[in-house]
């Protein structure tokens, strides 16, 4: 998700922002135990929303805003915000090991990719700025970088941040896609391996290549991360995190616009979901939610259209929903680009995104609406109603 908007943002009044961030008429009240049906995040001039995270046990949702992080009850009333984020926020997770909230964070001009680390439980007013409060610390990913500055047609440059250019291994854009969930491990169901933080990358549009068809999943055990991580980025973006990454995984689904906007582990099911923007080549289907099977172990095998033969550590998609005979493709056509959160018990928020116009000024907005899955296709997903 590529839209910027640039510079510190002008925070809103609290009391207008409550009233954006009221839950709609009809949807069921926090307070009764049950999860409301929508939430909003208010309106803001800031980019559009990347992703969002819940905390059920706290009673809190963070909204990415690409600049901008705003922190809502389960009501939608904002109880805080951080602004100054001069990269590209993406995807969020909660970790519910350190209470912390986890999204990506890029950084294209400095060729620097990071996990942003919120501490989230200070973030308690509006307007804080990520620059100068300590609420936001990051972690640098050497296997991002690598990736998305190799120079494949071997010129001797960086082609920069564009698609048209045979650079950038697997297409690599960046990172987008972030969740916690199990490790894609040997031993059988996802369900059983260790609890890792799984990070996906955006993967460039470009239907003239032939080795950018993978979405490409890296996984890291955070459990020592503290030792890696440093203040936001400024001037001077730092280097100081993992040198390796503990998995590296790949998954066929035909190339897409952007990669995996949003990745989500539901532990009901035991499966990865990766929302995508649909990709653009005709020689396949082209679907928008594609589902990892998680159930199946990792097998090492052929990462195709590579310029010279690779192997690596292919993932399963699920043998479910659509189906695309001609290149061996499943999944959906469906929401969750803008923001998925699944609730572990067969339930998912997903997100829209919107505009509304205030005294002139163009506003994003965004609702979690409640859905049910069902994994009919062409949609899995049915709308919970109050």
Same mark, same amino acid.
């Given at each position: 998700?590529?839209?910027?908007?640039?510079?510190?943002?002008?925070?809103?009044?609290?009391?207008?922002?409550?009233?954006?961030?009221?839950?709609?008429?009809?949807?069921?009240?926090?307070?009764?135990?049950?999860?409301?049906?929508?939430?909003?995040?208010?309106?803001?001039?800031?980019?559009?929303?990347?992703?969002?995270?819940?905390?059920?046990?706290?009673?809190?949702?963070?909204?990415?805003?690409?600049?901008?992080?705003?922190?809502?009850?389960?009501?939608?009333?904002?109880?805080?915000?951080?602004?100054?984020?001069?990269?590209?926020?993406? &995807?969020?997770?909660?970790?519910?090991?350190?209470?912390?909230?986890?999204?990506?964070?890029?950084?294209?001009?400095?060729?620097?990719?990071?996990?942003?680390?919120? &501490?989230?439980?200070?973030?308690?007013?509006?307007?804080?700025?990520?620059?100068?409060? &300590?609420?936001?610390?990051?972690?640098?990913?050497?296997?991002?970088?690598?990736?998305?500055?190799?120079?494949?047609?071997?010129?001797?440059?960086?082609?920069?941040?564009?698609?048209?250019?045979?650079?950038?291994?697997?297409?690599?854009?960046?990172?987008?896609?972030?969740?916690?969930?199990?490790?894609?491990?040997?031993?059988?169901?996802?369900?059983?391996?260790?609890?890792?933080?799984?990070?996906?990358?955006?993967?460039?549009?470009?239907?003239?290549?032939?080795?950018?068809?993978?979405?490409?999943?890296?996984?890291?055990?955070?459990?020592?991360?503290?030792?890696?991580?440093?203040?936001?980025?400024?001037?001077?973006?730092?280097?100081?995190?993992?040198?390796?990454?503990?998995?590296?995984?790949?998954?066929?689904?035909?190339?897409?616009?952007?990669?995996?906007?949003?990745?989500?582990?539901?532990?009901?099911?035991?499966?990865?979901?990766?929302?995508?923007?649909?990709?653009?080549?005709?020689?396949?289907?082209?679907?928008?939610?594609?589902?990892?099977?998680?159930?199946?172990?990792?097998?090492?095998?052929?990462?195709?259209?590579?310029?010279?033969?690779?192997?690596?550590?292919?993932?399963?998609?699920?043998?479910?929903?659509?189906?695309?005979?001609?290149?061996?493709?499943?999944?959906?056509?469906?929401?969750?680009?803008?923001?998925?959160?699944?609730?572990?018990?067969?339930?998912?928020?997903?997100?829209?995104?919107?505009?509304?116009?205030?005294?002139?000024?163009?506003?994003?907005?965004?609702?979690?609406?409640?859905?049910?899955?069902?994994?009919?296709?062409?949609?899995?997903?049915?709308?919970?109603?109050?």
């Amino acid at each position: 998700m590529r839209t910027f908007a640039r510079g510190v943002l002008t925070v809103l009044a609290v009391g207008a922002l409550v009233a954006q961030g009221t839950v709609a008429a009809g949807a069921e009240e926090p307070r009764t135990g049950r999860l409301p049906t929508e939430i909003r995040g208010g309106a803001w001039k800031a980019g559009h929303v990347q992703g969002v995270a819940v905390d059920r046990h706290k009673g809190f949702m963070y909204f990415s805003f690409t600049n901008l992080l705003v922190k809502t009850d389960l009501r939608g009333d904002p109880v805080g915000s951080v602004s100054g984020f001069t990269g590209h926020l993406g &995807d969020l997770d909660y970790n519910v090991k350190d209470g912390r909230v986890y999204g990506s964070l890029e950084y294209k001009a400095a060729k620097a990719f990071y996990i942003a680390i919120l &501490d989230v439980d200070r973030i308690d007013r509006m307007g804080m700025d990520a620059r100068t409060s &300590d609420v936001v610390s990051t972690v640098h990913l050497k296997e991002v970088v690598d990736d998305y500055t190799a120079d494949m047609n071997g010129d001797g440059k960086f082609d920069g941040d564009t698609a048209n250019t045979p650079d950038h291994r697997y297409g690599c854009s960046g990172i987008d896609g972030v969740a916690f969930g199990p490790e894609f491990d040997r031993s059988g169901r996802t369900k059983r391996g260790k609890q890792v933080l799984t990070v996906a990358y955006g993967i460039y549009s470009n239907v003239g290549r032939q080795d950018n068809d993978h979405q490409v999943l890296l996984q890291y055990d955070v459990r020592k991360w503290r030792r890696f991580e440093r203040p936001l980025p400024q001037s001077a973006p730092h280097t100081s995190g993992p040198s390796d990454v503990d998995g590296k995984y790949f998954v066929r689904t035909g190339n897409t616009r952007y990669g995996v906007q949003n990745l989500e582990y539901d532990a009901h099911s035991g499966n990865w979901l990766m929302a995508v923007y649909k990709g653009a080549k005709p020689q396949f289907p082209n679907y928008s939610l594609f589902v990892v099977d998680g159930a199946k172990r990792p097998e090492t095998g052929p990462v195709t259209g590579q310029p010279r033969p690779e192997r690596g550590e292919l993932l399963p998609l699920l043998r479910k929903g659509l189906h695309h005979e001609a290149s061996g493709t499943y999944g959906w056509q469906s929401g969750g680009q803008y923001g998925l959160v699944s609730l572990g018990d067969g339930r998912y928020y997903l997100v829209e995104s919107g505009t509304v116009v205030e005294d002139g000024v163009t506003k994003q907005t965004a609702r979690a609406l409640l859905h049910r899955w069902t994994g009919q296709p062409p949609t899995p997903f049915r709308a919970v109603t109050g």
